[in-house]
């Protein structure tokens, strides 16, 4: 049974750290940005260098295939992003991708050939972080999203997304969506802490929370902080602050649902002031829609009852996601075959496997994250947990292969 080199990715992991790496041993390396460019040339540099064929499509995403026996069989599909948040950590999304490379060196080392093409895919800006949506490059191979209104997205400084793929070359001539896949694994850090408090080594994911996206305006009355009597005030602040433990009581109502407030803006955001606007963004998920339908309602029963004039816009949402059962399966069994501990979870971050899957075949797999921590400087996973995700990802992807 062949498996992967662990001190080898453990070795890609500490040196692709480089591409945006922070003082305090972190990344930040947005999507399309000069960092960007050179982690892509890094990876498509690699994998030509294994015997991989590189495509690149209009969206900028790559695919790197190895090739099998049978070139009448769509590829097998692996992989994630190499993007990340500002000052975010160095496992998420590029263990995806680095594991699939690994993978590659280690079917060529032990001479196995398996029936099917093995791919590699780095998806474009599955962060969102510099442009929205999130999950952009997967989004727009599955027709989720068009290409032309995602090209014409502009970050703050007003650069579309054209210009930006143009800038670090990677805007490719294959056409978005070109290849269809056998299935699609892509490995994961959990970036939450169910794993690790249950001390249990893999996650078998079966599916992917769905979302639903909020902005909330709040008019009041701006007024002098000394002169304004209390009851008199016209306070958006307060009501916004009601709208924030209301989100939170929600979520609490219906388990295993979450909401948060993420953003807030204040006007005019002056200590002597009354505020007279504010202006929230709210995120709420949940594994079902009819869960996501309860809380939606109750949001908006809360919001009407604190102040009708109140305006709230439902403004994006991504439903519920349930992975393949036979992928879901082939994950379990390989978990189970190399001894490792697992456990079923669904995942509460987004991932470009949520577009994959009304495509082909998906599942995902996840090891366990250092205190629940992603998207920040401090995410952590042990060297050993990766190599057990990537040995579970390589012979899910040898199961798939024989089926």
Known sequence: MPAINGDRLWADIVSTARFGGTDRGGVTRLTLTEEDRQVRDWFVAECRSLGCAIEIDRIGNIFATYPGEDPSLPPIAVGSHLDTQPQGGRF??????????????????????????????????EEGSRFSPAMMGSGVFTGASRLEAIEALIDRDGKTVLAALEAIGY??????????????????????????????????????????????????????????????????????????LAVRDIARRHPPGVGTTGFAAIGPNSRNVVPGSVQLQIDMRHPSEAGLDQMQAALEQAIGAIDARIALSHIWSKQPVKFDPGIVDSVRTSAAALGYSATEVVSGAGHDAAHIAGNCPTAMIFVPSKDGLSHNEAEYSSPEECARGADVLLQTVLQIDLK
């Open 92 to 125: 998420d999304g590029i263990l995806g991708v680095l594991a699939g490379v690994e993978l590659i060196r280690t079917l060529k080392e032990s001479g196995t050939v398996l029936r099917h093409a093995l791919t590699v895919v780095n998806w474009t800006n």
């Open 171 to 244: 805007r490719g001539e294959t056409a978005v969506g070109h290849v269809g896949f056998t299935a699609y694994v892509e490995l994961h850090i959990e970036q939450g802490p169910l794993l690790e408090a249950a001390a249990t080594e893999i996650g078998i994911v079966t599916g992917v929370q769905g979302v639903r996206w909020f902005d909330v305006t709040i008019a009041g009355t701006e007024a002098h902080a000394g002169s304004t009597p209390m009851a008199q005030r016209d306070d958006a602040l307060v009501a916004a602050s009601q709208i924030v």
